[in-house]
C-alpha cells in the first residue's frame, strides 16, 4: 500500500473487515475518506471540509487515470508478476506536499525510523480526522508544520537537515500543489529546485501524487539489487545498471519496478542491515 507509511500509520488504516480509511490534507481542508466493498464495486463514504474534495478525487486514487494497457513485460519474470496481479492500478492522489512531506521523512534513515517519525508527529501536531474515524489523525497544514517546536522533530528522530527541507517546503505552500497540473517530468523538475530535495525524494512524490508511471526511484539503497537479482542474478547492482535494465519499459519503469518487487524475491543479504539511529527520550 503506498499510501500507508508504516503500520502505526495515524493518517491510513485497515480494519479486519478489510474497510480501508484515509485521513487526508487536501486543498479544500482536512478530510476523512471510507472505502468498503469490493473490486466490482467500491461504497465511499467522506466526512469533513475536504470530503467534496476526496470523492471528486476518488477514480484517480483508485488508479482511474492509469492506463496499464500501455505497460508490455518485457522480461519473463515480469510478465509472470502482471499476470498475477492483472488489477495493479498506479494512485495519484493529487497531493503533492502530502506525498512530499513523509518522502522527505525517509531520506536517508531506515524506513522504521521514518514511519516512526511521521506517526510521532502527526499524534503530536496533526488535527483529529473528521467523521467516526477513531484516532486518526489529518496531518498539520503548512502553519502548522512551521509552528513545530525543533525539540519535538529531534524527539521524533528528524535531523536538522531534513526538518529544514520539511519547512522550505511548507513555505511554498499552496504553490507545491499546483505542480499535479504538470506533467510529472516536469514537476519533478520542479520540486528539485528546493533545496534537500533530489532525484530519489521527487520520484517517491510523484508516484504518489502524479500516478506517475515512470518515476523510477534513483538513489535507493536497495531498489537497484532488487531489480538487478530479478532481471540478471546479479546480487549487487547500481543505479546506472538498474536504469539500464528498465530501459525497455520506458513510459512505464515505475510500474515495471513495482511489478518486480510484487513478484521477485530480494537478493540475499551479506553485508549488515542499516543501523537504526536510538529513539531519542526526554532526560
Not at 525517509?106 to 488535527?127: D, P
Not at 508516484?207 to 537497484?224: C, E, N
Request: net charge positive; with cysteine.
Amino acid at each position: 500500500m503506498p499510501l500507508r507509511r508504516g503500520p502505526g500509520d495515524p493518517a491510513f488504516r485497515v480494519d479486519a473487515d478489510g474497510t480501508v480509511w484515509r485521513a487526508s490534507r487536501t486543498l479544500a481542508g482536512a478530510g476523512t475518506l471510507r472505502l468498503r466493498g469490493s473490486a466490482a464495486a467500491i461504497e465511499a463514504e467522506a466526512w469533513g471540509p475536504g470530503a467534496e474534495w476526496l470523492l471528486d478525487a476518488l477514480p484517480a486514487l483508485l488508479g482511474g487515470d492509469d492506463d496499464p494497457a500501455a505497460f508490455t513485460p518485457r522480461h519473463r519474470i515480469v510478465h509472470a508478476a502482471h499476470r498475477r496481479n492483472p488489477g495493479l492500478r498506479l494512485t495519484k492522489t493529487g497531493l503533492v506536499l502530502e506525498a512530499l512531506i513523509p518522502s522527505v521523512l525517509e531520506q536517508k534513515v531506515t524506513t522504521t525510523e521514518a514511519y516512526r517519525a511521521w506517526r510521532l508527529l502527526l499524534l503530536q501536531h496533526g488535527e483529529p480526522a473528521p467523521g467516526p474515524a477513531d484516532r486518526m489523525r489529518v496531518m498539520p497544514d503548512a502553519r502548522g508544520w512551521a509552528r513545530i517546536p525543533s525539540w519535538d522533530w529531534h524527539c521524533a528522530g528528524v535531523d536538522d537537515k531534513r526538518a529544514s527541507t520539511v519547512m522550505r517546503a511548507v513555505r511554498l505552500g499552496g504553490r507545491l500543489d499546483t505542480l499535479v497540473s504538470l506533467p510529472a517530468q516536469e514537476a519533478g523538475v520542479r520540486l528539485q529546485s528546493v533545496t534537500g530535495i533530489g532525484p530519489w525524494t521527487a520520484a517517491e512524490t510523484l508516484q504518489r501524487s502524479h500516478g506517475a508511471a515512470d518515476a523510477v526511484t534513483v538513489g535507493d539503497l536497495h531498489l537497484p539489487h532488487h531489480i538487478g537479482y530479478a532481471l540478471t542474478g546479479a546480487r549487487r547492482s547500481d543505479d546506472a545498471t538498474m536504469l539500464e535494465l528498465l530501459a525497455p519499459y520506458a513510459g512505464q519503469r515505475h510500474r515495471a519496478a513495482r511489478l518486480i518487487l510484487l513478484g521477485a524475491p530480494s537478493p540475499p543479504r551479506h553485508n549488515p542491515r542499516l543501523a537504526p539511529n536510538p529513539p531519542n527520550r526526554h532526560s
